[in-house]
């Protein structure tokens, strides 16, 4: 709920296929997710996203990074598009631009990521080739409230997947994909419902604080020591 006790109302941004805005549609058109999606907001003209959004009668906006000379005056802008629909919650799925000081500032407490990899393991690109890489059992996925910190705030729901003998960083990445699909809805739930916040530098869960990520059993969340 936001502070008017409306629906959360929401801005998606992305920069691609938009698979992961699809699961916040389809969330909210169940009824298992109660946000107001008001405007999905690409960096790229051409992306499979914007089309997602307008099937299911979304307002988009683009803002083309390269139609400005720098990040700050980027962000000015997105800011400048963003604020026209008072968004509660900015819902980063797989948005490829770093965001400045001043954006995260604008919006603090109020944005969310998901980071393929189980933080804090492999923040930045190619986290699947690097699980691979590493031998890692276990490979994933991260919601995390953004900060300024690049794939550094704190942790909200961990997916896991194993890892498999034959895998191509491919594979693994559309099993890390659906996992995604399952938490980051829930993630953005416990938000709309008040459960969960950022502050202090912390994600709190019903007041407490959350030293450690929530984790999806392939069904439900819960705590770690659960
Ligand atoms: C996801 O893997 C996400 O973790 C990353 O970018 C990808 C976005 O995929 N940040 P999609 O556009 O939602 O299909």
Redesign the pocket.
């Known amino acids: 709920m936001s502070k008017s006790g409306s629906r959360t109302s929401t801005a998606v941004l ?8 699809q699961a916040f549609i389809d969330a909210t058109r169940s009824g298992e997710l109660d946000l107001d999606l008001r405007v999905v907001l690409s960096n790229k003209r051409v992306a499979a ?1 914007l089309a997602r959004a307008r099937s299911a009668g979304i307002r988009t906006e683009c803002v083309e990074h390269r139609d400005y000379p720098d990040r700050e005056r980027f962000d000015a802008a997105l800011i400048a598009v963003l604020d026209r629909f008072e968004p509660d919650l900015i819902i ?5 631009r770093i965001l400045t000081p001043v954006f995260i500032d604008h919006y603090a407490g109020r944005i969310f ?4 990899s189980l933080l804090p393991r492999y923040p930045g690109l190619d986290t699947h080739q690097r699980a691979i890489d590493a031998g890692d059992a276990w490979h994933g ?1 991260t919601v995390h409230f953004a900060t300024e910190e690049l794939d550094g705030g704190p942790r909200v729901i961990q997916g896991r997947v194993p890892v498999m003998p034959d895998d191509t960083a491919e594979s693994l ?1 559309g099993r ?2 659906e996992i ?1 699909h399952q938490i980051y809805p829930r993630a953005a739930a416990l938000y709309a419902s008040g459960r969960l916040r950022y502050r202090d530098g912390a994600a709190w869960l019903d007041d407490q604080k959350l030293e450690e990520p929530l984790q999806f059993d392939g069904k439900n969340v819960r705590s770690r020591d659960q």
């Not at 980063?92 to 490829?96: R, T, V």
């Not at 990521?113 to 393929?116: A, D, G, Q, S």
């Open positions: 992305i920069s691609g296929s938009g698979t992961n805005l996203g980063l799925a797989g948005f490829m990521n998901i980071h393929p996925s990445a890390v994909l995604e």
